[in-house]
């Protein structure tokens, strides 16, 4: 069974930084590929930040630059820095994973930027 845990969402002022983390049990991070979304209320959760098996990180625009995705094996967990963050960054935030044709999510954390 695969679980998603996410943790370290919170209240942060407009330039200021946290870090995600994503537990993950029931599949192995090194070797599948984990990525991370958000959804601000009222809108469509979107992609926001991929890191494939062979390790290869991607971003979406709005957060290039800002995030930085990446995962420690041993742990069997993923991180999303976030630095800089702005008011439209306000979000829950979703780990993700994909393993073979399965897709499993984790339950979200809230993300408050304030100005």
């Known amino acids: 069974q695969v679980q998603l845990v996410e943790s370290g969402g919170g209240l942060v002022q407009a330039g200021g930084s946290l870090r995600l983390s994503c537990a993950a049990s029931?599949?192995?991070?090194?070797?599948?590929?984990m990525a991370w979304y958000r959804q601000g209320s009222g809108k469509k959760r979107e992609w926001v930040a991929g890191?494939?098996?062979?390790?290869?990180?991607n971003y979406a625009d709005s957060v290039k630059g800002r995030f930085t995705i990446s995962r420690d094996n041993a742990k069997n967990t993923v991180y999303l820095q976030m630095d800089s963050l702005k008011p439209e960054d306000t979000a829950v935030y979703y780990c993700?994973?994909?393993?073979?044709?399965?897709?499993?999510w984790g339950q979200g954390t809230q993300v408050t930027v304030s100005s």
């Open positions: 993700a994973a994909s393993r073979g044709s399965g897709n499993y």
């Open positions: 029931g599949i192995i991070v090194s070797i599948n590929s």
């Open positions: 890191v494939t098996a062979g390790g290869s990180t």
